[in-house]
Structures are given as C-alpha cells and as structure tokens.
C-alpha cells in the first residue's frame, strides 16, 4: 500500500482513489502518506475483515489529525467490516468527525476559489473585456436608456467615452473602431482629451514648472 500511495502522491492526474481494505497499521500510514497530497479528491476505503487487524481508536485518531492537514479531499468514504450495533457504534464517530473536517475543506476551497475569481476580475484584460461585452451585446440593455445603463455601471467621464464610442460606431464606416483594439483606443483618446479640469489644470502647472527648472 505505501508504494500505491506514494505514486498517488508523485502523480498528480489522480483525483480518485479507492483502496479496498485497510487494516489499522495501514490506516495510519494512509494518513502519514496523504497528509502531504495536493491532488486527490476523493477517498474510499473499507475496514479489513481480519478481527485482529480491525481499527482501533489509536488508528483511527492518528488519521483523523493527518485528514485536518488536507487540503483537497473533498469526499471521503469507508466501509466497515461488518454491521453489527457494536462496530457501527465504534465507528459512528469516526464518521461524524471525518465529515466535519471534509466539509471544512469545501468550505475553505470555495471560499479560495471566489477570492481567485474576485482578483481576476480586477485585472485590466477582464475589466475591458466586459466593458466591450456591455457595448457589443445590446440586447441585455436594449430597452433601457443607454446613459441611464451606464450611469448604473460607470464614472461619469468613461460614461461618456463609451457612450461616444458608440455613436461613433454607428456612424464609422470603417471596422478598425470595431475591433478591441480599436474600440480601447478610441476610449483612451477620449479620456485623455477630455480631463477634469482640476486634472489639465495640474498637468498644466507640472509643465510650466519643467520649463522654469530648465531655465
């Protein structure tokens, strides 16, 4: 069995292990070895039928404290060895805590893949992606005002440099202002020709003082 979970361990295509049965030695060497896996999701195995080979509670807490340390195990599921008041008793809280800690799993992953999604959406490629995705499918906002729609959604100052894009487009000829390069250019024009003027009126004073140092 060590050798099958150190493959698991080097491979990193398998997501799905089942191990058939286990004693209580493997057990506890089936959490030393997977403590350290980045990989599997999903863990299936049965107790060993042999009496003297059954889990005992040193096994069992030994893989519950490597479990805590996992971070993509997903689903764990294990059969006992037999179905009797006294096993299922044994192993009833074995059950509860390995899903308790597995569902803390999911919980930290989901919470880890929506940050990822959150910084993703910030960057500068997605943010004009969905902006060209605003212009270009006009039937999700046909029925209301364009400047409301984007009154809703951006400044006042893109507002407009988007709503000029626009007209421009319906009345351009050309399919240069079409495409996403195109349609990025006109907008960056437009930004940097219609400034605030609190803006021009800075980038005016930093000129003038470049010219008196030169002097």
């Not at 893949?113 to 006009?138: A, G, V, W, Y």
């Not at 039937?139 to 006042?156: A, I, L, W």
């Amino acid at each position: 069995m060590l050798r099958v979970l150190e493959a698991c361990n080097v491979n990193k295509n398998i997501k799905k292990l089942t191990l058939g049965y286990v004693s209580a030695k493997c057990l506890k060497l089936m959490g030393d070895t997977l403590n350290s896996n980045s990989n599997i999701e999903k863990l299936k195995f049965q107790e060993c039928l042999d009496p003297t080979k059954r889990w005992d509670k040193a096994s069992k807490d030994s893989f519950i404290d490597n479990l805590k340390t996992c971070k993509n195990l997903t689903k764990v599921k294990f059969e006992a060895s037999e179905k009797t008041p006294e096993n299922d008793e044994g192993h009833k809280m074995f059950k509860k805590e390995i899903e308790f800690i597995v569902k803390k799993i999911k919980k930290e992953n989901k919470n880890l893949s929506e940050r990822e999604d959150r910084l993703q959406s910030c960057t500068n490629d997605e943010m004009f992606e969905n902006i060209l995705k605003l212009i270009e499918e006009k039937d999700e906002h046909q029925k209301m005002p364009v400047r409301k729609f984007f009154n809703n959604t951006f400044g006042s100052l893109l507002n407009d440099a988007i709503f000029a894009l626009m007209k421009k487009q319906q009345k351009s000829k050309s399919n240069t202002i079409f495409t996403m390069q195109g349609s990025i250019r006109f907008v960056a024009h437009y930004l940097q020709d219609h400034l605030p003027e609190n803006e021009t009126h800075a980038d005016s004073e930093d000129e003038e003082g470049e010219e008196t140092d030169e002097l």
